[in-house]
């Protein structure tokens, strides 16, 4: 591999030195420019914005047959957008295509796929590039918990939160990247979890496909943006528990659960603004900081006894597969 202009050289320690320091200069000037403008657009209401037109995008949501997955092609149909649901529940499909029929939005089409299985994801992407068009717009949505401590959870239980949380992401991006990368146009979303951030309680499988859907949203857009895809947006989505049946039972102490309608409206706004990062509620992402900044007693006292994290998780009632959100 050949070393990138600007890399340290070793042979030349005077060209090397300049250029760290013209490098730091830009980056600092640089800098102040995206502070200013990152406080300008936090101030600024967003009737007054220029957000992204999505009308006649095909936009592709896994997990769409319910919970936010539904409520997301709702509001990307009213929008004229083209909408794909992938879910493995035909019956969930069938009703958000009908809900979208109802609301006048005919333009809408579902397609039963496991998405644990790679090959039936590739078969599943041809059939919509030949059917619908190419996909401009990847939600990857779909996602599974379980909600045991360690001990108890099965092998099979394990690999099927993999593959649906994480492994599954790594097959529709590479079943739909390739056109995006063509055009250098196109937007991936990645629905992960506060989770992802803080680990919790009876989600050793769940929070650790979390860690890595973040992980593997990160360096994908490094390697886009290394390369000069810098026209291909991708925002990743870190939400609370959400109030979809998902987290059913679970009581958290400090702060309610999402609406899911909240969420759906948060994640619209989040593509059409090219928001690279976007947890909700945004104060926790405050928060995470001090996991790496308090002492480690701290940090549990502060969750087992303030928080009350593990014991809300215990009264954990949920239900099997179900969007994620």
């Given at each position: 591999m050949t070393a990138a202009p600007g890399l340290?050289?070793?042979?030349?320690?005077?060209?090397?030195?300049?250029?760290?320091?013209?490098?730091?200069?830009?980056?600092?000037?640089?800098?102040?420019?995206?502070?200013?403008?990152?406080?300008?657009?936090?101030?600024?209401?967003?009737?007054?914005?220029?957000?992204?037109?999505?009308?006649?995008?095909?936009?592709?949501?896994?997990?769409?047959?319910?919970?936010?997955?539904?409520?997301?092609?709702?509001?990307?149909?009213?929008?004229?957008?083209?909408?794909?649901?992938?879910?493995?529940?035909?019956?969930?499909?069938?009703?958000?295509?009908?809900l979208l029929a109802k609301h006048g939005f005919h333009n809408c089409k579902g397609y039963v796929v496991d998405i644990s299985d790679s090959e039936q994801i590739y078969q599943r992407a041809a059939q919509v590039n030949a059917e619908v068009g190419p996909v401009d717009i990847l939600i990857n949505n779909a996602g599974i918990v379980c909600c045991k401590p360690f001990w108890e959870l099965h092998d099979r239980v394990i690999k099927n939160t993999y593959n649906i949380n994480i492994i599954s992401h790594y097959w529709t991006v590479k079943?739909?990247?390739?056109?995006?990368?063509?055009?250098?146009?196109?937007?991936?979303?990645?629905?992960?979890?506060?989770?992802?951030?803080?680990?919790?309680?009876?989600?050793?499988?769940y929070a650790a496909t979390k860690y890595a859907c973040i992980g593997f949203h990160e360096s994908l857009l490094t390697d886009l943006k290394a390369h000069g895809y810098d026209q291909i947006q991708m925002s990743l989505i870190c939400p609370y528990y959400i109030n979809t049946g998902m987290f059913s039972g679970v009581q958290p102490r400090m702060m309610p659960m999402l609406e899911p309608q909240y969420v759906a409206d948060r994640i619209e706004s989040a593509v059409r603004k090219n928001e690279v990062w976007c947890v909700l509620p945004?104060?926790?992402?405050?928060?995470?900081?001090?996991?790496?900044?308090?002492?480690?007693?701290?940090?549990?006292?502060?969750?087992?006894?303030?928080?009350?994290?593990?014991?809300?998780?215990?009264?954990?009632?949920?239900?099997?597969?179900?969007?994620?959100?």
């Open positions: 340290l050289h070793m042979d030349q320690p005077l060209r090397a030195v300049v250029q760290f320091l013209l490098d730091l200069l830009i980056f600092t000037l640089k800098s102040v420019f995206y502070i200013l403008e990152s406080l300008y657009l936090t101030i600024l209401p967003q009737r007054f914005r220029k957000l992204k037109n999505v009308a006649g995008q095909v936009v592709l949501i896994t997990g769409g047959g319910g919970g936010v997955g539904r409520l997301i092609a709702l509001n990307f149909a009213k929008l004229q957008a083209r909408i794909v649901i992938w879910d493995i529940n035909q019956e969930a499909i069938k009703t958000t295509v009908d079943a739909f990247l390739p056109h995006m990368m063509r055009n250098n146009r196109g937007h991936i979303v990645t629905v992960g979890s506060v989770t992802g951030m803080l680990g919790t309680y009876g989600c050793s499988d945004n104060s926790i992402r405050m928060l995470t900081p001090l996991k790496c900044l308090l002492p480690a007693k701290m940090c549990w006292e502060l969750m087992s006894r303030v928080i009350r994290g593990p014991e809300s998780m215990m009264m954990f009632q949920g239900r099997g597969r179900v969007a994620a959100g």
